[in-house]
């Protein structure tokens, strides 16, 4: 499906027309829609009906994707992005990231994993491509948030430095545009601001009403970093293993509740709007045709009111729902020492 060239405006059915999707620009130059698609099934969702959504995105106007090897899926989607683009779909209209796994940050092993999405993904250039954590220790598929890997290593400066030597190759053989982070601190991203030869173009990190990271989210952007915010929606469907008592739940925040009955929406659609409106880039799950398009139409719509956008920024609780209890390296550890919340990175 095509839309009209000459007239950005013109909707094939209630699809919205990639023109009109704001964009945000990289410190390269480059333009990334400000809102991809999430390809992770939680656990619940197949490979299959997970390529089937990658193809309804796009048709109603998605044009960034957001992948990973250990999603289990670039396969399926590759064979996705063909039939997009075999529909007309240039591939530079398409922005499509991918990342590295821990278990691959050996120097030896950065770049033929980037081969391997490429590979599977039927691409022959990525335009993002991230170190999905800063931790290299391999965890199992599905493994219970208990598990710890015997060899857990620490954030090794050094150690992120040699894989990251070998993103930037990635780089300068270009089979990557850009590169980037994700699940970072201020103190460890101070550290590759200094020594990185080809700097982050974007850190991607849970961004959700409840959970807004505002010292992170302003120093990324101040470097010139742009933040991408993952389980936008608050992850309602995300697996059992990241689930805590304490965790409180976005779409059922009385301020989310009302701004969505104003509009006539989900509150998910507010939570979207509320990303993309406020400076990250969200990437929501979905694998409905109903919410994505929803998502989508969400932010080319009326904008949120000044009063509403305070209003969703007073309801930060600070909480985080992927911990990542599975990265820790010692006993006696609570998840909050992967994230530096004393400003300082966790000594080993
Ligand atoms: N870098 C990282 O370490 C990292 C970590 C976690 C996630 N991610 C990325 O971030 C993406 C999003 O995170 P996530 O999937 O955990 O959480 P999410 O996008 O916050 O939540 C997805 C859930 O919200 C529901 N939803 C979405 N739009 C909706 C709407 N308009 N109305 C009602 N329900 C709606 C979906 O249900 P339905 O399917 O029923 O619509 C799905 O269950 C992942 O897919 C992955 O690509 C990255």
Known sequence: MKANKENPRSQLGDSVDPRLVPHRQLYTGARMPAIGLGTFGSDHASPVEIAEAV?????????????????????????????????????????????????KHGEEEVIPSCQKSLADLKLDYLDMYLVHWPFPNYHPPHCDVTSRSPNAKPYIHEGFMKTWRQMEMLVDRGLVRHIGTSNMTIPKLQLLLRDARIKPAVNEMELHPHFQQPELFEFVRRHGIEPI??????????????????????????????????????????????AVQRGQTPIPFSTKREHYLSNLQGVVSEPLTDNEMKEIAGIDRNCRLIKGQVFLWKDGQTWEDLWDVSGEITPP
Not at 65 to 70: L, Q, R
Not at 74 to 102: F, T
Not at 243 to 255: W, Y
């Open 229 to 274: 915010g993952y389980c936008p929606v608050g992850s309602p469907a995300r697996p059992e293993r990241d689930r805590t008592p304490e965790d409180t739940v976005d779409i059922e925040d009385p301020v989310m509740v009302k701004i969505a009955k104003r509009l006539g929406v989900h509150p998910a659609v507010v939570c979207v709007k509320w």
């Open 55 to 103: 193809k309804g995105a796009a048709s109603v106007g998605y044009r960034h994707f957001d992948c990973a090897s250990v999603y289990g899926n670039e396969d399926r989607i590759g064979a996705a992005l063909q039939e997009i683009m075999k529909g007309g779909v240039g591939r530079e209209e398409l922005w499509i990231a991918s990342k590295l796994w821990n278990d």
